[in-house]
């Protein structure tokens, strides 16, 4: 009795071990793909090499955010995708494109803003079709 106990509770765990080590290994997978940017789109993303929430702006038609604090994006953005074909994007440290700007030239993006001090530090932009 005492055995057959001993081996369904070693049976369930073995079991467990396995779940638990195929979600470990599906995970980081998943976790190092990059959210898409649709064509014609700028992208901002909350973490550099494109992860994280994504703010979208679409290309069809020119617009901005004046203050990101609206979109719940305010010194959050880290890196992005410019899909323009033939629009740089501006991007400022302060809100209604104020303070330092920082310009990502058409079909270009910028895996990281880390290196020139505009990680976390965008208040605003404003995107052209
Ligand atoms: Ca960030």
Same mark, same amino acid.
């Given at each position: 009795m005492i055995k057959n106990i001993r081996r369904a509770v070693m049976t369930s765990a073995v079991a467990l071990v396995l779940m638990i080590g195929s979600f470990a290994g599906a995970a980081p997978a998943q976790a190092s793909l990059a959210l898409p940017c649709a064509s014609y789109a700028v992208c901002m993303y @909350?973490?550099? %090499?494109? @992860?994280g929430q994504i703010l979208t702006g679409a290309l069809k038609v020119s617009g901005y955010y004046s203050n990101l604090t609206t979109q719940g994006f305010n010194d959050k953005i880290s890196s992005i995708i410019n899909w323009s074909t033939k629009y740089t994007q501006s991007f400022w440290?302060?809100? %209604?494109?104020?303070?330092d700007r920082y310009d990502v030239k058409s079909g270009t993006s910028v895996s990281s803003l880390v290196p020139n001090g505009f990680n976390d530090n965008i208040s605003s932009v404003i995107w052209t079709g």
């Open positions: @909350e973490h550099i %090499n494109f @992860e440290k302060d809100a %209604n494109s104020k303070g």
